[in-house]
């Protein structure tokens, strides 16, 4: 099934995601999905709320649609920053906002808990490219867009370019 990737403002992206209750066949079918919609539309990251579902499943590949060696896909991931390892600062875009790119403050290193879909347990340190994807989609599942952590200027200036671009 090919999937809709949702943009910014559609209210759907703004909903806090349920937990997942148990992986079944169908929610396996969903991830690949949208690991498939994800490549295809040059992305690293797509949570599931992006394409309509208020679930909290993502899934990652910071090696990209190329290479397509690094496929995580994480059911009810949780985030806690590492302790003492400051701050990154890097630039950002998403697919639910698409032609726009802006740097996003983010924690260096985070630990990831998560299970994957064979209900394993995951329980792993990242940092670099993972570290700062991972926050940026974890966020969705909250309703949070990378747009939301940026200054007022930059968000007025941002919203007044959609607004031009949509007619209004
Ligand atoms: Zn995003």
Do not use: W
């Not at 090696?63 to 949780?78: A, C, F, H, K, W």
Request: net charge negative; charged share 25%.
């Amino acid at each position: 099934m090919s999937l809709t990737i949702l943009t910014y403002p559609d209210p759907r992206l703004k909903r806090v995601s349920q937990p997942v209750q148990a992986v079944t066949p169908e929610l396996r079918q969903l991830a690949a999905d949208m690991a498939e919609a994800m490549y295809r539309a040059d992305g690293i990251g797509l949570a599931a709320p992006q394409i309509g579902e208020a679930i909290r499943l993502i899934v990652v590949d910071v090696t990209g649609p190329e290479q397509r060696s690094g496929l995580m896909t994480l059911v009810n991931p949780r985030l806690t920053p590492v302790p003492g390892s400051g701050s990154v600062q890097t630039e950002e875009g998403c697919l639910s906002v698409p032609d726009y790119r802006s740097k996003v403050k983010r924690h260096a290193k985070v630990r990831l808990e998560a299970q994957d879909l064979d209900g394993n347990p995951v329980d792993m340190e990242c940092e670099g490219l993972l570290a700062v994807c991972l926050q940026h989609e974890v966020d969705h599942l909250e309703g949070t867009l990378f747009i939301d952590h940026i200054s007022h200027l930059k968000r007025s200036l941002f919203e007044d370019k959609l607004r031009k671009r949509m007619g209004r």
